[in-house]
């Protein structure tokens, strides 16, 4: 299967500093990507949609001035948790799909950040 | 009335077993059909993919769609305990955004 990369698997930061996550796809071009947050024990939350070289739509409740996604590039999304709080704290995960409607989306690894 | 039902378990079952894990949905627009499985504090990984009504096997696993009753179904055979994980249901109407709705996902355990 396709291969999406995410990094950093962990982080731990303090309060009012802001937080980059990448995402990549290694084997395949992929015009969208997805960002998601799950909490313990539930299933994955969409945060927001981004098509390469366009603005991220962001679902309903998502501060996206918080929460910066940025697809500059068929391979590379970046989130950015702009002046975390603790409440931030989350596993975020995203993943990857081609251009074609219906494709599967392909998973990266999930990353916990701890706010403190 | 969510989109996408599944039953979020837990579900224990013995080494061997076979495994039946459902979801249901409402809208008939959907065409693409995923299942995904996540181990605790991990992305989830593609397990199934398929389109429209049928049946795909890949060795222990088999995935059913029914489409008339907006039913689907993944089988696991010979249930082993490193299956015990969160499964979770996904599907979409491949439209523009190529959106997943994912379900609520069951956790499975096997136990050896």
């Known amino acids: 299967g396709a291969v999406v990369s995410q990094h950093p698997s962990w982080v731990i930061c303090k309060s009012g500093t802001s937080v980059k996550i990448e995402c990549r796809s290694l084997?395949?071009?992929?015009?969208?990507m997805f960002w998601y947050r799950q909490f313990p024990k539930q299933s994955l939350m969409l945060m927001a949609t981004?098509?390469?070289?366009?603005?991220?739509?962001?679902e309903q409740g998502v501060e996206k001035d918080k929460f910066l996604i940025n697809h500059a590039s068929l391979t590379l999304s970046t989130l950015t948790v702009t002046s975390a709080h603790p409440e931030d704290s989350s596993f975020y995960i995203c993943?990857?799909?081609?251009?074609?409607?219906?494709?599967?989306?392909?998973f990266g690894q999930g990353t916990r950040l701890t706010v403190v | 009335q969510k989109e996408v039902e599944q039953d979020p378990g837990p579900l224990s079952v013995p080494e061997g077993a076979i495994v039946s894990l459902n979801c249901t949905y409402s809208?008939?627009?959907?065409?693409?059909f995923m299942w995904y499985r996540q181990y605790s504090r991990k992305g989830p990984e593609l397990l199934m993919y398929?389109?429209?009504?049928g049946n795909k096997e890949d060795g222990r696993f088999t995935a059913q769609v029914d489409k008339s009753s907006k039913y689907i179904s993944l089988f696991i055979r010979d249930s082993q305990p490193s299956d015990s994980a969160t499964y979770l249901c996904?599907?979409?109407?491949?439209?523009?955004?190529?959106?997943?709705?994912f379900g609520t996902g069951t956790l499975l355990a096997v136990q050896p």
């Open positions: 993943s990857a799909s081609s251009f074609r409607g219906g494709s599967a989306a392909f």
């Open positions: 084997d395949f071009q992929a015009t969208t």
């Open positions: 981004s098509n390469e070289g366009s603005k991220a739509t962001y």
């Open positions: 809208n008939s627009a959907f065409q693409y």
């Open positions: 398929t389109y429209s009504s």
């Open positions: 996904a599907m979409s109407d491949g439209g523009a955004t190529n959106k997943l709705i």
